[in-house]
């Protein structure tokens, strides 16, 4: 069998590459429309006369986890936009017809990092000060951030374990 050209051989590690990012976003995308117990997850903006059942629970990087030890998918781009940074206090309304409405009520003290985008397995991370913190991929596509590329990401400012951060700015 013969070698392949080191182009065809680059050319097959791209395509690689973009399957597994793709995968990723779609494993990203189901997760929050339908959550990780197959509920059906209608988001809605953040209102404050919304009524119906009322959970509070912490942001964990991806989603939140309530009182009750279930998890609650939030929509990455809402994550991505709001800047939600790990341990963010939220509350979710679950409206009398099955909506979801997330609203932000107690931020964590933060602080401001650079670092740069990296990506293993599929996952995105910005390696700063030592350390690599996890971000979504709706930040990634929104920001079109390359990897390599520099990036200003928020942490929080208590919390020298956290593992997730959030996009502030593509550099």
């Given at each position: 069998?013969?070698?392949?050209?080191?182009k065809?051989?680059?050319?097959?590690?791209?395509l690689i590459?973009?399957a597994?990012?793709?995968?990723?976003?779609?494993k990203?995308?189901?997760?929050?429309?339908?959550?990780?117990?197959?509920?059906?997850?209608?988001?809605?903006?953040?209102v404050?006369?919304?009524?119906?059942?009322?959970?509070?629970?912490?942001?964990?990087?991806?989603?939140?986890?309530?009182p009750?030890?279930?998890n609650?998918?939030?929509?990455?781009?809402y994550?991505?936009?709001?800047?939600?940074?790990?341990?963010d206090?939220?509350?979710?309304t679950?409206?009398?017809?099955?909506?979801?409405?997330?609203?932000?009520?107690?931020?964590v003290?933060?602080?401001?990092?650079?670092?740069?985008?990296?990506q293993?397995?599929g996952i995105y991370?910005?390696?700063?000060?030592?350390?690599e913190?996890?971000?979504?991929?709706a930040s990634?596509?929104?920001?079109?951030?390359?990897?390599g590329?520099?990036?200003?990401?928020?942490?929080?400012?208590?919390?020298?374990d956290?593992?997730?951060?959030?996009?502030?700015?593509?550099?």
């Open positions: 069998m013969s070698e392949l050209p080191e065809q051989v680059k050319r097959l590690r791209a590459q973009e597994e990012t793709s995968l990723a976003a779609a990203e995308l189901l997760i929050s429309v339908i959550g990780d117990d197959d509920r059906v997850v209608t988001p809605r903006s953040s404050d006369d919304v009524s119906g059942k009322v959970i509070e629970g912490i942001f964990d990087g991806q989603m939140m986890l309530g009750d030890g279930k609650y998918p939030i929509p990455a781009n994550a991505s936009k709001s800047k939600l940074v790990e341990g206090l939220l509350k979710l679950i409206t009398d017809d099955g909506g979801f409405v997330y609203k932000q009520i107690g931020p003290e933060r602080k401001q990092i650079i670092g740069t985008l990296v293993h397995d991370y910005v390696e700063a000060g030592g350390r913190y996890r971000i979504l991929l990634v596509t929104y920001f079109k951030i390359e990897l590329g520099q990036v200003t990401i928020i942490v929080p400012a208590d919390n020298p956290a593992t997730w951060a959030a996009v502030e700015a593509a550099l």
